[in-house]
């Protein structure tokens, strides 16, 4: 591990996403706060993850998967990202880390780490922003080792905000009906969201339900986070997810 004068001229020369502290008293300046430790304490993620293969979707700088290396993991990384214009290879040499970082996305999987199969796969931040959310937790499914392996999502939800397609707020949307736990729909933006053109779908729990359950897997534990009053509104939905058996059969076109 390098000194602190080192690494914190190495910190200052990288871009960063995330505001993390890096090490004592040294915190990257990234846009978005985050304590590693206890995002994964939310899930009840072992402090012990010693002979565990895990693999974070969606890295970015790397916070989450340094703190699963620090717990004992063995830790795969799949970003599209180069992880030189992140912080991720500034954050790796400060650390010392064994971290491997593979490029490309998460439809990629069959093709990257096509002889892997993780224990816990960790898929924050990420669902909203594809286009095809239900093909990827089809291949997140494949890749998880067995039954007793787990997938923590994290991502927005629908719960008490809305949009029209132009992205101007709607006032008073019916949240009784959108948010219905038998209802499951998704709002779905091909311009903008929140100001954001990569955000694409915005589904309410029902419909994460039913994604994961058309790619074989199951939300066995769920959490919600709701503060309207910020602006804009946050929404957002995390979840231990589990596999339970092949994904339904797509039935073709006649």
């Known amino acids: 591990m390098l000194d602190y004068e080192t690494a914190a001229t190495m910190v200052s020369r990288a871009n960063w996403y995330h505001a993390y502290e890096l090490l004592p008293g040294l915190v990257t300046p990234g846009i978005l706060p985050i304590v590693p430790s206890e995002s994964l304490d ?3 993620v072992a402090a012990d993850l010693s002979g565990i293969d895990a693999l974070e979707i969606g890295t970015l700088d790397g916070p989450i998967a340094f703190e699963l290396e620090k717990r004992g993991a063995r830790v795969t990384t799949l970003d599209i990202q180069d992880p030189s214009r992140t912080g991720f290879d500034t954050a790796r040499a400060i650390l010392g880390s064994s971290v491997r970082y593979v490029r490309g996305g998460v ?49 927005e939800c629908l719960l008490n905000y809305v949009e029209d397609i132009s992205g101007q707020p709607i006032p008073a949307p019916p949240l009784d009906f959108l948010c219905s736990e038998d209802v499951a729909l998704t709002l ?46 946050l929404q957002r939905m995390g979840g231990i997810v589990r596999r339970v058996g092949v994904p339904p059969v797509e039935h073709p076109c006649r």
């Not at 439809?107 to 931040?125: H, K, T, Y």
């Not at 990420?126 to 787990?150: C, Q, S």
């Not at 419909?207 to 910020?230: F, I, N, Q, Y």
């Open 42 to 44: 939310c899930f009840a």
């Open 107 to 155: 439809n990629d999987i069959p093709e990257l780490l096509s002889s892997q199969q993780f224990d816990l796969i960790v898929f924050f931040g990420v669902f909203y922003h594809l286009k095809n959310p239900v093909l990827a937790f089809e291949r997140i499914a494949g890749a998880l080792r067995d039954d007793r392996a787990r997938l923590l999502i994290e991502g």
């Open 188 to 233: 779905f933006y091909p311009g903008k969201y929140k100001g954001d053109d990569s955000n694409w779908h915005v589904p309410n729990l029902a419909c994460v339900r039913a994604w994961l359950s058309a790619a074989g897997l199951d939300l066995e534990k769920h959490m919600l986070l709701s503060r309207p009053e910020t602006s804009p509104p």
